[in-house]
Antibody, heavy 121, light 106 residues
Framework: EVQLVQSGAEVKKAGESLKISCNVS????????LGWVRQMPGKGLEWMGL????????RYSPSFQGQVTISVDKSINTAYLQWSSLKASDTAIYYC??????????????WGQGTPVTVSS | DIQMTQSPSSLSASVGDRVTITCRAS??????LNWYQQKPGRAPNLLIY???SLQSGVPSRFSGSGSGTDFTLTISSLQPEDFGTYYC?????????FGQGTNLEI
């Protein structure tokens, strides 16, 4: 069974750094792209970017380019999302999800449980 | 970026109703359109991919149609567990944009 298990809730102060994780099991880690999605309080889903674990090829949404860094550690089947200096506006739930491509379409078929991040100003 | 616009933003329906949610893309995306359901406090769940293919394990009362710029998600006979927010997503190109969501109340 494919599972994406994310790290726990975080409470931080503005200006601090943060790295959250997404561990993948039950699936060949290097075969599928992994994406990150933000959901601000009471709002919709925003696509942040994705990474191909095999070679760490990374693509970012223009809205998040330069604001976050996506990385992986293949040795432990884990993807990361990190910030160097958090802002209060980074308060949200962050989801990782597996991108499964079939016949040119790439749905997100497995999702992590979400990591709530709260940043106080 | 491709803009995805859903309508309505919210709707209220009764058990047994036929419900339709629409999603419009700002440019042609062929059939690279997916639908998700999200319940409060939970991660999104894939319902439909490639505009009309039912994801494994999803009840057959859910169906999708459309191509190009206009798409539809239909629930043929609404069940109590179908409440939540529904999102469309295009995977035609990057960034993989989502619609703003449709909140379905029962």
């Amino acid at each position: 069974e494919v599972q994406l298990v994310q790290s726990g809730a975080e409470v931080k102060k503005a200006g601090e750094s943060l790295k959250i994780s997404c561990n993948v099991s039950g699936s060949t880690f290097t075969t599928y792209w992994l994406g990150w999605v933000r959901q601000m309080p009471g709002k919709g889903l925003e696509w942040m970017g994705l990474i191909f674990p095999s070679d760490s090829d990374t693509r970012y949404s223009p809205s998040f380019q330069g604001q976050v860094t996506i990385s992986v550690d293949k040795s432990i089947n884990t993807a990361y999302l990190q910030w160097s200096s958090l802002k209060a506006s980074d308060t949200a739930i962050y989801y990782c999800a597996r991108q499964y491509c079939i016949n040119g379409v790439c749905p997100y078929d497995y999702w992590g449980q979400g990591t709530p991040v709260t940043v106080s100003s | 970026d491709i803009q995805m616009t859903q309508s309505p933003s919210s709707l209220s329906a009764s058990v047994g109703d036929r419900v339709t949610i629409t999603c419009r893309a700002s440019q042609n995306i062929d059939t690279t359109l997916n639908w998700y359901q999200q319940k409060p406090g939970r991660a999104p769940n894939l319902l439909i991919y490639a505009a009309s293919s039912l994801q494994s394990g999803v009840p057959s009362r859910f169906s999708g149609s459309g191509s190009g710029t206009d798409f539809t998600l239909t629930i043929s006979s609404l069940q109590p567990e179908d409440f939540g927010t529904y999102y469309c997503q295009q995977t035609y190109n990057l960034p993989r944009t989502f619609g703003q969501g449709t909140n379905l109340e029962i």
